[in-house]
């Protein structure tokens, strides 16, 4: 693990940009937010974590901007900007924590380092499925836990979207037994990371912008990054040939927007609900557009690219099953709150679990009859 953190981040180096980014200019704390007039015009800067325009979660981010810009006739105006072109991918926690950008646009299971706790609201391995997230999240819960841990940081969390259950990855090599995963280089962030440091691996995080050149020039042996639909826009074909599934690691990965407390607070009421429920929305439009996208570029990979698919063998599924229960249980020993956020999830898993033995899993076997 990473070495967790409870601690507001400290400064980045102060930033000056052209009107219209940021500019982390603000040294001083601000006592008390004015608040907005209802009739202001304001503008927002959008840091994200995915490279601009990226099909799915750049998009994705992109959409979330532009709902809230018409939500609000255009009162409260989001402008996006791309892993680079203001800040790293890496950054982007810090830089709204700080209230030098009003919000941000990544993945959780990132900031393992601020809090080991942030994992669990965006992937499990052999966790929660999209719509169980999203049932934890908004009914189970799981909301009331995030707000808390992201307290800390002055932020204002939400699930802002969800890739759906992801592939295994992509390798230059086959994988017949846990054996074959002891020494390999891989790109895996989060609690997958660590399940795969046990296996005899070596979890390497670097942003997906990265991953492409990493994986083609050797820096890493293989490389899990989403799935078909963004897999095939970043031609992760080009540089592995066997693309295997299920993706054990990430099975519902919430995607998550993060509001700077500091900049809410500014708004007047009927634009913070604006903000609050634009983000809902985001997360179901992010999830039917993978849904609907990923069979049609799992067809060009394989079909096309001769992509060569392949499923874990069940042994190997097994094993890594073993490791991630012991390093999700791990992390209620960190602290108090991550005890709290994994009973509250481990409560809701096994509840999903049963239900799901009798309704969705039941149904979609019967299918294949």
Request: charged share 20%; with cysteine; glycine share 10%.
């Amino acid at each position: 693990m990473q070495q967790k953190s409870t601690d507001k981040p400290a400064p980045l180096p102060r930033r000056q940009f052209i009107k219209g980014t940021l500019a982390a200019t603000a040294t001083a704390a601000v006592a008390a937010p004015a608040i907005v007039s209802s009739k202001a015009r304001t503008r927002w800067q959008m840091v994200t974590a995915w490279p601009r325009n990226f099909p799915g979660l750049g998009t994705g981010a992109n959409a979330l901007a532009n709902l809230i810009t018409e939500m609000s006739g255009g009162r409260l105006e989001v402008q996006v900007f791309g892993a680079g072109e203001l800040v790293g991918a890496f950054e982007i926690f810090d830089v709204v924590s700080r209230g030098t950008a009003d919000m941000g646009h990544g993945a959780s299971y990132y900031w393992k380092g601020k809090h080991p706790a942030t994992q669990f609201f965006s992937a499990v391995p052999f966790g929660l499925t999209a719509q169980e997230m999203n049932a934890w999240i908004y009914q189970g819960g799981g909301y009331e836990l995030w707000q808390k841990l992201y307290a800390q940081f002055d932020l204002i969390p939400g699930a802002a979207g969800n890739t759906g259950t992801q592939m295994g990855g992509w390798f230059n090599k086959e994988i017949h037994k846990v054996e074959d995963l002891q020494g390999l280089k891989m790109r895996m962030p989060g609690l997958g990371g660590e399940v795969l440091k046990r296996a005899g691996g070596t979890p390497v995080n670097i942003p997906g912008g990265e991953i492409f050149a990493a994986l083609q020039a050797g820096t890493i042996d293989a490389t899990e990054w989403v799935g078909p639909y963004n897999d095939l826009a970043f031609g992760l074909y080009k540089a592995a040939k066997y693309y295997y599934y299920p993706g054990w690691h990430e099975p519902g990965t919430t995607l998550e927007c993060f509001v700077s407390r500091k900049s809410f607070e500014k708004l007047p009421k009927d634009l913070q609900s604006i903000v609050l429920n634009a983000i809902r929305v985001a997360n179901l439009n992010m999830l039917s557009d993978f849904t609907a996208r990923n069979n049609a570029a799992l067809e060009i990979l394989v079909n096309k690219h001769k992509v060569s698919l392949r499923r874990y063998p069940d042994e190997v599924l097994a094993k890594l099953k073993t490791l991630s229960d012991e390093v999700v249980a791990e992390i209620a020993l960190e602290d108090p709150l991550s005890k709290e956020v994994y009973d509250s999830f481990r409560r809701f898993r096994d509840q999903a679990v049963a239900w799901n033995r009798v309704s969705e899993q039941a149904y979609v076997n019967a299918r294949q009859v």
